[in-house]
């Protein structure tokens, strides 16, 4: 048709598309279930959540403790790199920059491992956990988080790869370098920025 370029349509396109990183869909209202493991059972009256590594006070919430600490909340979108992106989703719980104000990273202190109660974890440059960038959420839309989604508690980066949101979260270990953890080991992204379609080793 007249008038109309590919460049143009491309780029009407990525316009109408703005909410989706490259590569991605819409998975609507569902919310697909990833785990690499069998949900576990984790009961909250021994359920603890520690900040550890290098910081200047190790320190260790329990379930009332994690609670006296300021209530934050995360509204947007999060994206798998299974290609699924759900978006408006509500997340309640607190921020990761109030667990770091009491612990207090030390000057060395560049990454983190975050390790669930499975084993299972995931490597992140600290300043994609700080900022109000990253939480500690117990509650989605409101309700109790699920087991399978990663309840009571688990941990959310929505502005990176889903997989760096490590469910049944326990604990946070400060380091000065940084080390893979699971997916990372098998072949995915140390870091995983999905704007930049960073899904596996290798990739920008
Ligand atoms: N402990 C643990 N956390 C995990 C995973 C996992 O297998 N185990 N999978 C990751 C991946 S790949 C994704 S996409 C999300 C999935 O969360 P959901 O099951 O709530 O959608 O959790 C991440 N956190
Ligand atoms: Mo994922």
């Not at 109660?117 to 939480?135: C, R, S, V």
């Not at 929505?158 to 098998?186: A, C, V």
Request: hydrophobic share 35%.
């Amino acid at each position: 048709m007249a008038g109309f370029t590919r460049g143009f349509t491309g780029g009407a396109r990525r316009g109408g598309d703005q909410r989706l990183p490259p590569g991605q869909y819409d998975t609507g209202s569902g919310w697909p279930v990833l785990s690499a493991e069998l949900t576990p059972h984790v009961d909250l009256d021994t359920w603890t959540m520690t900040i550890d590594g290098l910081v200047e006070k190790e320190t260790t919430w329990d379930w009332p403790g994690i609670q006296t600490l300021p209530s934050s909340s995360y509204v947007g979108d999060i994206h798998c790199v299974t290609t699924w992106s759900k978006f408006d989703t509500t997340f309640a719980g607190i921020s990761v920059d109030s667990l770091l104000e009491v612990a207090r990273p030390t000057s060395e202190a560049t990454h983190v491992l975050a390790v669930s109660t499975t084993g299972y974890t995931t490597n992140l440059p600290i300043e994609d956990i700080t900022d109000g960038k990253a939480w500690i959420v117990w509650e989605f839309d409101g309700k109790p988080l699920t087991a399978e989604h990663g309840g009571p508690v688990r941990m959310l980066v929505p502005h990176l790869y889903f997989w760096k949101s490590t469910k049944w979260i326990t604990r946070i270990t400060l380091m000065d370098h940084d080390e893979q953890g699971f997916w990372e080991r098998n072949g995915y992204h140390d870091r995983g920025d999905p704007w930049l379609e960073q899904r596996y080793q290798g990739d920008a």
